[in-house]
């Protein structure tokens, strides 16, 4: 549906430098699903989704929007922002503060080239108000509407032209921890039920986790791995993935030799000799980094069967609810261990650590250096 290949966005800054926001910039995004564009701040999220938008001119690159070329380098296309027809929301979304709900919703619809009568106009406004939850509250002021009400005003408006793409640029941002919650589970409801083709921006990893079909990691300009929510955070392709998506311990570790044939790798770490897996073929002699999530550090007071089973000693312990932190002391490193709260081993007593080897993630140092390279 949507395809962005090989895209770059550069800009000029004060000092006459070119920043390069956006850097070789590749996915395809199928009918229906929804992609997001995962990073820390200034890696280029909205530098591309405005090049998809046509707010930005780029340097290179092509972007098809099913089927139909709306940027070309090589073809020396470029269709203006307003011929592309895509719905947008962005992270300071402007409601029209002396406009009641309905006339907000329709304004995109009154401005726009095409003409539309009176009770189309209705009928489609009422249809995305009614998706987005505001049939009832169509004749109220939007200041008089909450916040969480206004981000979904900003969602129906963007929803009115019936775009066949979908941008959404840090849309929760603005709103409080317990509301961007509960809209994340709405956006997410609505874009499955109306089955909206969807580019969505975000620097919070569980946003993307919990909304996505697919998440692309970004890192100042380019994309560091594509995969489902469940790849990224189980398959990380390198430290910064690891380390930006989710909580993570991180074991050097020399490579020994190869012990089966799906990935499997024995390894000499400050934790003794492990099994782990890896994505990529290593080579003995090797110096890896071994990703272990905390929930997949087992921990157990009687020694368990089977492989990577270390003991260790309780250093100190976080109570958080619904799980508890352990931190546990093997030699001079400790790993970080979320366990049921139903574990209640002493401070300073010893405990076996059992790690899954194919949880222990062998990760090179340097993949996402030489990506860039
Ligand atoms: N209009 C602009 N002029 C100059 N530099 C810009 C402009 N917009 C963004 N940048 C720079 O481009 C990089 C990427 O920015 P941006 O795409 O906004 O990142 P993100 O949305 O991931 O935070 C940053 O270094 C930012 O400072
Ligand atoms: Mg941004």
Request: overall charge neutral; proline content about 5%; glycine content about 8%.
């Amino acid at each position: 549906m949507l395809s962005v290949k090989a895209l770059f966005t550069e800009y000029p800054n004060d000092q006459g430098q070119i920043v390069k926001a956006a850097q070789n910039v590749t996915f395809d995004v199928p009918e229906g699903k929804l992609f997001t564009l995962l990073g820390p701040s200034g890696c280029g999220k909205t530098t591309t989704l405005r090049s998809i938008a046509g707010l930005e001119k780029p340097k290179s690159g092509e972007i098809t929007v099913a089927g139909r070329t709306v940027y070309s380098s090589a073809g020396n296309v470029f269709v203006q922002p307003n011929q592309r027809a895509f719905g947008m929301v962005f992270q300071s979304y402007a409601i029209w503060p002396h406009m009641n709900v309905f006339k907000n919703a329709a304004f995109p619809l009154e401005v726009g080239s095409k003409k539309y009568s009176k009770k189309d106009i209705e009928q489609r406004v009422m249809r995305v108000l009614a998706a987005v939850g505001l049939d009832h509250l169509a004749d109220r002021e939007a200041t008089k509407l909450s916040g969480g009400q206004q981000q979904r005003l900003a969602l129906a408006r963007a929803l009115v032209m019936e775009p066949k793409l979908l941008l959404l640029d840090e849309p929760l941002s603005n709103l409080d921890a317990k509301l961007r919650e509960r809209m994340r589970f709405e956006l997410k409801r609505m874009q499955r039920e109306l089955g909206l083709t969807t580019i969505y921006v975000t620097h919070d990893q569980s946003e993307a986790l919990a909304l996505s079909h697919e998440i692309a990691v970004m890192r100042e300009g380019q994309i560091i791995q594509i995969g489902s929510p469940r790849d990224i955070y189980e398959r990380p392709n390198s430290k910064f993935v690891a380390d930006f998506v989710g909580l993570t311990n991180f074991v050097e570790a020399t490579v020994l030799a190869p012990e089966n044939n799906e990935g499997g790798y024995r390894v000499e770490s400050s934790l003794g000799q492990l099994s782990v897996v890896s994505l990529e073929a290593l080579r003995p002699g090797e110096q890896v980094l071994i990703s272990i999530r905390p929930e997949d550090v087992e921990l157990c007071e009687n020694r368990p069967d089977g492989t990577n089973v270390i003991h260790g000693t309780v250093d100190f312990k976080v109570f958080l609810g619904e799980y508890l932190d352990f931190q546990v002391k093997f030699g001079d490193r400790s790993l970080l261990a979320r366990v049921h709260p139903s574990l209640k081993t002493p401070v300073g007593e010893g405990i076996y650590a059992c790690l899954n080897p194919e949880k222990c993630i062998a990760i090179r140092d340097d993949v996402a250096l030489k990506k860039a390279a």
